[in-house]
């Protein structure tokens, strides 16, 4: 960041996710709309200036939400912590993992202890500072993200990944960041060149857990198709990691980052 571009940070990931599956208020709902496309495609906005507009929203815009407990979470947050800067926006990243870590024990009670820690309670700590201890941990957990080096030639090609809830949570928020991008620069990067740019020529991501993202609605998969894949998914998630690694060279997220900027 040092040519003094701003840049996507993993806190804001659960921020957009969170707004996208939000219901606001009718007066609000088409500038909410030009506001997150304009949050996505630009990219402008630092860390604490959003975190104070997503504050703001969630206290005067938001009616409902598409889960509805995570709403509530964050809105007796804020009714709680009524004095703290800034703690709807810290709230929903927190309640967000916290979601996503219930089935592993470890990794929540690591969050609780050495990422939330006493935030909410204390007058010590800014918004920065928890912001930037929740990134290290989001950062981690894209890290330990697997990918199969050998691709499968079918009519297209296919990759599989391999990566916890919470990363592929952050994975698939971002892609959705990346429709806007698409939109504004396909045609200026002459249609394929913009999609190769953004997601390396893959136009379709799928989830074991059922999650699908396209960049364009010709490249969702019809709904038989899907429904296939899906369970195909399923079974290879159930491997264990020594199987998983039979089927071809492995390697993580963070090493392959390591080896593109060596």
Not at 22 to 28: E, G, L, Q, T, V
Not at 163 to 179: D, H, N, S, V
Request: hydrophobic content about 40%; some cysteine.
């Amino acid at each position: 960041q040092g040519n003094g571009q701003r840049h996507m940070t993993f806190c804001m990931i659960p921020w957009i996710i969170f707004l996208k599956d939000a219901r606001y208020n009718h007066p609000h709902v088409k500038s909410m709309e030009r506001w997150l496309e304009k949050l996505c495609k630009e990219k402008q906005m630092g860390e604490d200036e959003m975190a104070e507009e997503i504050q703001l929203h969630v206290g005067q815009k938001v009616v409902a939400h598409r889960h509805p407990q995570l709403l509530q979470q964050v809105k007796e947050k804020m009714w709680t912590f009524q004095g703290k800067p800034c703690v709807g926006s810290i709230a929903i990243i927190d309640h967000m993992v916290q979601d996503l870590l219930r089935n592993k024990p470890s990794s929540l009670k690591f969050w609780q202890e050495n990422v939330v820690r006493s935030w909410y309670t204390t007058s010590d700590e800014t918004v920065s500072d928890f912001l930037m201890r929740a990134n290290d941990f989001l950062r981690l957990s894209i890290d330990s993200a697997t990918l199969l080096l050998e691709g499968f030639e079918i009519q297209s090609y296919v990759a599989f990944m391999r990566m916890p809830r919470l990363a592929a949570c952050l994975l698939f928020g971002y892609l959705e960041t990346c429709k806007f991008e698409f939109a504004s620069s396909a045609g200026a990067a002459g249609g394929r060149g913009g999609r190769d740019a953004l997601s390396h020529g893959f136009c379709t991501f799928v989830s074991s857990a059922g999650q699908v993202f396209s960049l364009t609605d010709a490249d969702m998969p019809a709904r038989s198709a899907l429904r296939t894949i899906v369970r195909g998914l399923r079974c290879l998630a159930h491997l264990p990691a020594s199987d998983w690694e039979t089927l071809g060279s492995v390697k993580t997220a963070r090493q392959l980052v390591q080896e593109s900027s060596a």
